[in-house]
């Protein structure tokens, strides 16, 4: 499977962006969808993930309560709503998907496959 983000881009601290990862390819197995970012001289992060069904996310601690991920199967297409954007949450994300049950895996970078170009969020304060 192919993945495309998309939706970066230069925000005020306090503002919202909403970024999209297109799946092309196989997109017929039920792939669990995560998001990653990673900081300038930092190693890449876990930010969010969610369940082939939509039924089952995870977040982590440092977005929860204002990122929310969510998924249109019938568009193959994940999102990622971030509200309340800190300079902290500066860094490139990167989508990544991995055919597997959800569960604790999920959390945890080379669990996963497939991984998108990367798009560029940068908050400014």
């Known amino acids: 499977v192919q993945l495309q983000a998309s939706g970066g881009g230069l925000v005020q601290a306090g503002g919202s962006l909403r970024l999209s990862c297109a799946a092309s390819g196989r997109t017929s197995s039920r792939y669990v969808m995560g998001w990653f970012r990673q900081a300038p001289g930092k190693e890449r992060e876990f930010a969010a993930a969610?369940?082939?069904?939509?039924?089952?996310?995870s977040y982590a601690d440092s977005v929860k309560g204002r990122f929310t991920i969510s998924r249109d199967n019938a568009k193959n297409t994940v999102y990622l709503q971030m509200n309340s954007l800190k300079p902290e949450d500066t860094g490139v994300y990167y989508c990544?998907?991995?055919?597997?049950?959800?569960?604790?895996?999920?959390?945890?970078?080379?669990?996963?496959?497939?991984w998108g170009q990367g798009t560029q969020v940068t908050v400014s304060s």
């Open positions: 990544a998907a991995e055919n597997n049950r959800f569960g604790p895996w999920v959390v945890t970078a080379t669990n996963y496959d497939y």
């Open positions: 969610i369940s082939w069904s939509g039924g089952s996310t």
